[in-house]
Each structure stands twice: as C-alpha cells, then as structure tokens.
C-alpha cells in the first residue's frame, strides 16, 4: 500500500508546487502592471503597432475564434459537458469539478479586475484604478481553465490512453493559444492582460486537477 501512496503523494506534490508558480508568475505580472515595469512597454508597442484590415468575413472568423474565450460560451459549454458526462457514469463529481472552477476562476479573476481597474488597450491609454476591467483577461483564463478541465474530464472520464492525453492537452493548447493571438491583433487586451490570465488560469487548472486526484473515485477510469 505505501509503494501506492507513495508516488501519488509526489505526483500531488509536484502538482501543488506546480500551481503555486503558476499563481507566482500571476503576482510578477500583476507587479509589472502595477507598478508600470518593462513588461508594459511591450504592451505599449504591441498596441501601438499597424494592424492589417481584414474582409468582413475574415474579421467574422476572428471574433468567433476570440469568442471560444467568452465566460458565457465556455461556462455553458462546461457545464452541459459535465451533466452529460455525470449521467452518463452516474455520479454528480464531473458537474461538482466544472462548476468548482468556474466559481474559483471568476471569483479571484474577478476580484483582481475590480481591484486592478486597468483600462482597455482600444482606449490608447494605459490607466490603472480607473474602473476599467482589462487585467488579467478572463478571456484568457477562460480558455485555458474551462477547455482545460472539460478536457481533463474527457480524459479521466472516457480514455486513458497516453496518446488521447497529448491530443486534448494539444487542443486546449491551440484554443488557448488562438483566443490570445486573436486578442492582441483586435487589441481587446494588453500583453499582459493575457499574460496574467494565463497564470491565473493555468494556477486554478493544476490546482483543480490535483485536489480532483487526492480523491479517486471508482466512477473514473483508472
């Protein structure tokens, strides 16, 4: 039994050192905007730079790739992933772990927006404590965590195989990876928004899935 619990142990471990670098990362960044570092130079000449102008249809692509970052698409998505997932093994844990994280992701992305207040980069004025709801991005955030997790649940829930893994974690990949592309060439956020939002949802995801594996349940595929 201890040769069991043993790498589990270290397996949760790394983990939760895993997402407190992550949430590291999150408060290095938030110190960067705060207190107008380096890192909000390259937001400065990111922001500033010429943008190409697309054909409507091609602008039309461009926001729905943005969208897959939007709470309200991503949560629902999530969400309904997770009843269908929950009545399919007979078990509330799925539903219990998507609706855990997005209560945990808006809370503390949240809070941060109102406590930070920064101002969009549309304005072409960088202001902090102004009301604005630009750092850290939730859209961001939102595609890492809820894509993340509804793949996570995928992957515990249905296959086990090595290869499917690297395929979800590919696509959570791209997703993420296109919502912030797409948002630095709209300019809807800085940098650094998208930088901050990445930690904190990549802190909230690994965090998540270590607590969601301190407790197995026989419901999942081992």
Same mark, same amino acid.
């Given at each position: *039994?201890? %040769? ?7 397996? *949760? ?9 992550? /949430? ?10 705060? @207190? ?8 400065? @000449? ?7 102008? /697309? @054909? ?6 461009? *926001? ?5 970052? =939007? ?12 009843? +269908?997932?929950?009545?399919? /093994? ?53 595609? =890492? ?16 195989? #090595? ?6 974690? #590919?696509?959570?990949?791209?997703? @993420? ?7 630095? /060439? ?7 928004? +998208? ?5 904190? #949802? ?15 349940? %026989?419901?999942?595929?081992?």
């Amino acid at each position: *039994m201890l %040769e069991t619990l043993d790498p589990r142990r270290r397996q *949760m471990a790394r983990a939760f050192w895993g997402s407190a670098a992550l /949430f590291l990362g999150f408060l290095i960044t938030t110190q960067q905007v705060l @207190t107008n570092g380096s890192l909000i130079k390259v937001d400065a @000449t990111i922001a500033n730079a010429h943008r190409h102008n /697309f @054909t409507p249809w091609i602008d039309f692509i461009l *926001m729905k790739i943005d969208n897959l970052g =939007l709470r309200g698409l991503t949560a629902t998505i999530l969400v309904l992933s997770a009843l +269908l997932i929950a009545w399919k /093994f007979k078990t509330w844990r799925p539903l219990n772990l998507a609706v855990i994280s997005l209560l945990a992701l808006n809370l503390v992305v949240g809070l941060a927006k109102l406590a930070v207040g920064r101002t969009k980069p549309k304005l072409n004025i960088d202001l902090i404590y102004a009301g604005g709801l630009s750092y850290p991005s939730g859209h961001a955030s939102n595609a =890492l965590l809820t894509w993340g997790i509804l793949a996570y649940l995928i992957y515990r829930y249905t296959y086990r195989d #090595g290869y499917h893994g690297r395929l979800l974690a #590919g696509g959570v990949t791209v997703i @993420t990876l296109s919502v912030c592309t797409v948002s630095l /060439f709209r300019n809807t956020h800085w940098l650094s928004d +998208l930088l901050g939002g990445l930690f904190i #949802g990549g802190a909230l995801l690994v965090l998540v899935i270590a607590i969601d594996r301190s407790f197995p349940s %026989e419901s999942q595929r081992s």
